[in-house]
């Protein structure tokens, strides 16, 4: 007898049998990475993040500065305001992204200084021409005084003004409406022979003395705390590593009340010296100054990675 032949029914409305499903596969075990490898890989994520975001934030600044400049006739006041007002933040990003570029090298023992004669009167200028804006939008003078017949100053150019910018910046911050932002630059003497003395004075609230020393540390304000006003947190102390870098000495002066002055030292170029000078008695330990930058620096991007 014939086998039964399938319906159009069982054709139609059962499933066809299901073809065996192979067992997943097992999961990959997860590559541990040693205790004493996780701060370079985490400062590696920092640094590579940071590379990323430049580019794209460049691009957006470029196109809004083009736009501000080709549509100024067409725009309304909030227009303005409104474009203003972005090209100001992706600025600050813009900042914030080489801050941490900067702190990456500085991390890894990367950042070097390329050291040559330079005219100290041109820094102060090229920075405070930087922070003229910045100091005009919230209603603070900025005052300049640098010396004539000043020797140069042997440096990296671009890294003394980042310095000066840094300190320009937290002045301007701090001081009030109507204030007055001034820095100067004279040749030292005594114990700063040899050197330019460079200071940024501001007419803000003041540093308490216990805090003169904490507010170069890494993501630290006045007060001790962590840094909670815009920015990285890491101008001071990058500006600290770079004058040390260059072998100089940065420290601030305040009273409670009368505002605050960040000074630093640059060495005078060999060339400009009228005799040698021992600058220091004891060489700067900026090794342990970068270790001890690192081991924060990792301890707070922990919390992030």
């Excluded at 040693?34 to 196109?63: K, M, W």
């Excluded at 260059?246 to 060495?267: M, Q, V, Y």
Aim: glycine share 8%.
């Amino acid at each position: 007898m014939d086998a039964e032949q399938p319906t159009w029914e069982d054709l139609v409305i059962r499933p066809a049998p299901s073809a065996p499903v192979a067992a997943p596969a097992p999961a990959r075990p997860a590559v541990a990475v040693p205790a004493a490898l996780r701060p370079r890989q985490r400062q590696v994520q920092a640094a590579y993040l940071a590379h990323e975001l430049r580019a794209p934030v460049t691009s957006i600044r470029l196109g809004l500065e083009g736009l501000s400049e080709g549509a100024v006739d067409r725009l309304t006041d909030d227009e303005r305001q409104m474009l203003d007002i972005a090209i100001r933040n992706t600025l600050r990003l813009e900042g914030l992204v080489n801050d941490i570029m900067d702190y990456s090298k500085l991390a890894a023992g990367r950042m070097e200084v390329a050291k040559e004669p330079c005219d100290a009167r041109a820094l102060v200028d090229e920075a405070v021409d930087a922070m003229r804006a910045a100091a005009t939008a919230r209603g603070v003078r900025l005052v300049r005084d640098a010396a004539p017949g000043l020797p140069r100053c042997s440096a990296e150019s671009r890294r003394v003004v980042q310095v000066l910018v840094n300190l320009l910046s937290n002045a301007i911050k701090h001081s009030p409406q109507r204030g007055v932002v001034s820095v100067s630059v004279r040749e030292g003497t005594r114990e700063h022979a040899g050197t330019l003395l460079f200071r940024v004075k501001d007419t803000g609230p003041g540093i308490d003395a216990a805090d003169l020393e904490r507010v170069f540390g890494l993501f630290e304000q006045a007060g001790g705390t962590v840094k909670k006003s815009e920015g990285t947190g890491l101008g001071l102390t990058l500006s600290r590593a770079m004058v040390e870098l260059h072998g100089g000495r940065i420290w601030a002066e305040s009273w409670k009340g009368c505002g605050a002055t960040f000074c630093f030292t640059i060495p005078v170029a060999a060339s400009d010296l009228s005799r040698p000078v021992d600058v220091y008695a004891e060489p700067l330990q900026v090794h342990g100054l970068v270790a001890e930058f690192a081991r924060r620096f990792n301890a707070v991007l922990a919390l992030f990675v």
